[in-house]
Nanobody
Framework: QVQLVESGGGLVQAGDSLKLSCTAS????????VGWFRQAPEKAREFVAT????????YYADSVKDRFTISRRNAKSTVYLQMNSLKPEDTAVYFC????????????????????WGQGTQVTVSS
């Protein structure tokens, strides 16, 4: 089992920045990738970014590329999502998720690929 806790959400204005954290505990030694997803009200959960724990390979949704950066701190089992130039359409609950076995980058953009999920942190961007 892996437990995930997200933090860092909040209410900001358009153009501001936020940094989300996702800290993992439990059976983290077999983690292959950690991803961030988001879900706005009445919308499906969508991919934001993911990072392969060992290689550091990163993948981003087109909507956040050049604005968001995913990074990891192995020693603290923590993954970050630095979000810059935030827009009202970024408003959502942000979730982190862990996949424990190898998978290709394209599949890692699918929420079905992940084994464990956190409870989420709310990000609200006002215009």
């Amino acid at each position: 089992q892996v437990q995930l806790v997200e933090s860092g959400g909040g209410l900001v204005q358009a153009g501001d920045s936020l940094k989300l954290s996702c800290t993992a505990s439990g059976r983290t030694s077999t983690t292959y990738a950690v991803g961030w997803f988001r879900q706005a009200p009445e919308k499906a959960r969508e991919f934001v970014a993911t990072i392969a724990w060992g290689s550091g390979d990163r993948y981003y949704a087109d909507s956040v590329k050049d604005r968001f950066t995913i990074s990891r701190r192995n020693a603290k089992s923590t993954v970050y999502l630095q979000m810059n130039s935030l827009k009202p359409e970024d408003t959502a609950v942000y979730f982190c998720a862990v996949r424990q076995r190898y998978e290709s980058g394209a599949v890692l953009m699918r929420k079905e690929a992940y084994d464990y999920w956190g409870q989420g942190t709310q990000v609200t961007v006002s215009s």
